[in-house]
């Protein structure tokens, strides 16, 4: 999948603009001075849309376009295209293809006349239906019938951007492109909504997805265009894994709903070795003990974990000292979870991850919609959850798991605002926990969320679910697992 | 039981800076009789050795000096002994490791360890598919296998690699020369196919 670098032109400078409005925008500048800043290697796709030719139904923007492709750029130019004579002064001005978007949709004939690999039909879609006219009326044709006569052109490719998810945190919209693929063969370029590294490998996985066009989050340096490119080119490198967790309470494993109210759910041991058997990625185990004693026994419970299972496990709860992490690693865990000892004493992170290594420090955040809560979900700690994640990281967290204590327990699904969030903020694996109720809750937590592992418990000791059930549904989504 | 049919004598360093009781435990599932030791006499008596760790090369290289046992792990590789790393261990067998500034390892494999080099998330943590040659240290495993990873360094394009994963680029999985293998992944902690690593160590 390529990720093409889009660039908003108006008066000869790169905006953008807030809701479409021509008199408020942010200038950016000089398209090749931005193209510079964003490392836009010579040969690469960026994409071009002229805001004026938009406006006015003329290309404007010819002379921008004349230059970037002098510099060895393989320009994608549109907006304004309504007849046959605007997509000749495109392709004339030296665009490699011509972006045609209302006129695909109401008179497709118009693609015929040019060779197919130099022109992009693009269609914005609501809720299923094509719209025009600067997407303020409805196709005259379905979406079925416009696929049919766009590939009846010759194209092989089409740029698709869902307008619902226009300016929405939710990320690109997977769903459509998973339903066009079932619709079409012609690959999609995918326009809106990516902001994460996580939206770039999320639509490399779909594989009907030829292409992304990446404007507000490459100008903004939320991320760079190389890594982008290096994560769409190895979107499978690793499967996303799927941990069952045990909350341990005194020797038992129980389940509370939003920490609380809890009733006991089996043997421990017990759990974990049917966990491994259905398939689990990794065990969890939460030590939620009030006592002492409570945490002397968790120790005992690891270990017998440990001990009769051969995938790895990482405990967390309780733990205040690097003595505790210590126990627990002796004890048979293999990553160790730090949570409200950590906010306290954020150092602790450091000193773990020195005298352990980075691979063995999970920080563990808890948060109420974004603000970090301390001992079990109890207390607010005044911390933003993103700027907590960020600092554990500097410190020396090997991994993230980011629990939303609104959704923990209640099956309505991983709170994917927050997961965005801290995955858009930090380089470092996160594991989603917290209100997985259903398969598809997964595969939203690591396709949407940009998770790279994902946690359940209740869900799983209940029999509501198997891990296997989980795996195969995330196989059909095109989402890789072990 | 059949005594020296059933198991097999396997020396497992007992080093500080690695998780000793799981390796230990899985090997025993794979078939080996264990003497645990950090005693560089009891290596140098070894018919077979299993070097651990986790977290930092350097840490393990200063323990494996101070107690004398990386001459004594270069004695029998001489002799060739079989011998086995794991994770910093697999890493440990190599020329050096750039972890922090360049440490030498114990130079019985030629390579250097360095920071992967990615985009991806570092540490890699999770289950990667592991592509092999016939390797004998993988009988029985069917290609494509995923195995546990947890590390942040690598060897890579070495000469004597037997495996290789991807992790936005490739990297060296697993190492053989003559008896000295190693292994970048956690076969204790990689379910069935990690214990079929470890047996085919074993009982090789």
Avoid at chain 2, 182 to 204: A, D
Wanted: with cysteine; hydrophobic share 45%; glycine share 10%.
């Amino acid at each position: 999948m390529d990720v093409i670098p889009s660039l908003d032109l108006l008066d000869g400078a790169v905006v953008r603009l807030r809701r479409g409005d021509f008199a408020d925008r942010t200038v950016y500048g000089e398209p090749a001075a931005v193209l510079d800043m964003l490392d836009v290697p010579r040969g690469s796709r960026i994409h071009i849309v002229d805001l004026a030719g938009s406006r006015d139904g003329k290309p404007v923007a010819l002379d921008v376009v004349r230059r970037l492709s002098s510099r060895g750029l393989r320009v994608q130019a549109g907006g304004g295209v309504r007849t046959e004579a605007d997509v000749a002064l495109w392709l004339d001005a030296g665009a490699e293809r011509v972006v045609v978007g209302t006129v695909a949709a109401e008179n497709p004939e118009l693609l015929r006349r040019f060779p197919s690999d130099r022109i992009i039909p693009a269609l914005d879609i609501l809720d299923g239906g094509i719209r025009v006219a600067g997407w303020t009326q409805s196709a005259s044709r379905s979406l079925t019938e416009v696929l049919r006569l766009v590939e009846s052109t010759g194209a092989t490719e089409i740029l698709v951007t869902d307008i619902s998810r226009d300016g929405v945190l939710g990320g690109p919209s997977f769903a459509l492109y998973r339903q066009l693929a079932a619709l079409t063969p012609l690959r999609i370029i995918a326009s809106g909504g990516v902001t994460t590294r996580g939206d770039i490998v999320s639509l490399a996985r779909l594989g009907n997805v030829s292409g992304c066009v990446v404007g507000r989050a490459l100008l903004d340096r939320r991320i760079s265009l190389d890594e982008a490119r290096a994560r769409a080119a190895s979107p499978r490198a690793i499967p996303p894994r799927i941990i069952p967790c045990l909350d341990v309470r005194d020797g038992r494993v129980v389940k509370g709903v939003n920490f609380e109210g809890i009733r006991d759910a089996g043997d421990p041991v017990e759990c974990a070795i049917r966990y491994e058997e259905e398939g689990a990625d990794e065990i969890a185990v939460l030590d939620i003990s009030a006592t002492d004693r409570g945490h002397a026994t968790a120790l005992e419970t690891v270990r017998g974990i440990a001990e009769s299972i051969y995938i790895p496990l990482t405990v967390g709860g309780g733990v205040r000292t690097i003595d505790d992490f210590r126990a627990l690693l002796r004890a048979g865990a293999d990553r160790v979870a730090i949570n409200t000892a950590a906010v306290r004493r954020p150092e602790l992170i450091a000193e773990c991850a020195n005298e352990f290594g980075v691979q063995a420090v999970v920080v563990s955040c808890d948060a109420r919609g974004r603000t970090v809560m301390i001992r079990g979900g109890k207390d607010p700690a005044g911390l933003d959850a993103v700027e907590w994640c960020r600092r554990a990281e500097e410190l020396g967290a090997g991994e993230i798991l980011l629990t939303s204590v609104d959704r923990d327990g209640t099956h309505f699904g991983f709170d994917i605002e927050l997961l965005r969030a801290v995955t858009g903020a930090v380089r470092i694996n996160v594991i989603a926990s917290g209100g997985a109720g259903e398969p598809a809750h997964f595969a939203e937590a690591i396709e949407s969320g940009g998770a790279t592992a994902a946690l359940a418990a209740s869900l799983f000791h209940d029999r509501k679910l198997t891990i296997g059930a989980v795996k195969q549904y995330l196989a059909n989504e095109r989402i890789p697992v072990r | 039981m059949k005594g020296h049919d059933v198991v097999r004598p396997v020396t497992l360093i007992d080093s500080p800076v690695a998780n000793v009781a799981n390796i230990a435990r899985v090997l025993r599932a794979a078939g080996a009789s264990l003497e645990v030791t950090s005693d560089p006499l009891a290596v140098l008596r070894s018919k077979k050795v299993v070097l651990p760790g986790v977290g930092s090369f350097v840490a393990a290289m200063e323990w494996l000096r101070a107690t004398r046992i990386d001459d004594a792990l270069r004695e029998i590789a001489l002799r060739r002994t079989p011998l086995l790393g794991i994770c910093v261990g697999h890493q440990l067998l190599f020329d050096s490791s750039d972890e922090m500034t360049t440490t030498a390892g114990l130079g019985l494999i030629r390579g250097r360890v360095s920071r992967l080099a990615t985009s991806l998330p570092v540490p890699q943590i999770g289950w990667n598919r592991v592509r092999f040659n016939g390797a004998a240290l993988f009988d029985g495993i069917e290609p494509d296998t995923p195995f546990y990873f947890v590390n942040s360094f690598v060897a890579a394009d070495v000469p004597d690699e037997i495996a290789r994963a991807d992790y936005g680029r490739a990297f060296t999985a697993a190492v053989q020369k003559n008896n000295v293998y190693g292994v970048q992944f956690h076969p204790e902690k990689s379910s069935g196919p990690g214990l079929r690593v470890l047996r085919n160590f074993v009982w090789m």
